[in-house]
């Protein structure tokens, strides 16, 4: 039976890659507030699996994901 941990792990590592390959096919773009909110999600959630695995780069790579995906919603939602 998958753990809730790998599950978090998978679906944060799927809601960044979905919003990654949405933005390459031009179907989002960076200011896209669907964009931004698979960016936080997945990085939120992939920060989360890191720590459960004490995996340090990881977690400071998602992590630092996370924070500039916050700050990009917060910028976007000002200028709206």
Same mark, same amino acid.
């Given at each position: +039976? #998958?753990?809730?941990? %790998? *599950?978090?792990?998978?679906?944060? +590592? +799927?809601?960044? /890659? %979905?919003?990654?390959? *949405?933005?390459? $096919?031009?179907? *989002?773009?960076?200011?896209? $507030?669907?964009?931004? #909110? /698979?960016? #936080? ?9 890191? =720590? ?7 977690? #400071? /790579?998602?992590? =630092?994901?996370? /924070? ?7 910028? =976007? $939602?000002? =200028?709206?």
């Amino acid at each position: +039976m #998958i753990s809730l941990n %790998l *599950l978090f792990g998978i679906v944060g +590592m +799927m809601a960044l /890659l %979905l919003a990654f390959i *949405l933005n390459l $096919l031009k179907f *989002l773009t960076q200011d896209d $507030l669907s964009y931004i #909110i /698979l960016n #936080i999600a997945g990085g939120g959630l992939s920060t989360y699996y890191a =720590v459960s695995l004490n995996a340090v780069p990881f977690m #400071i /790579l998602e992590g =630092v994901w996370t /924070l500039f995906a916050l700050y990009k919603l917060f910028k =976007v $939602l000002k =200028v709206h």
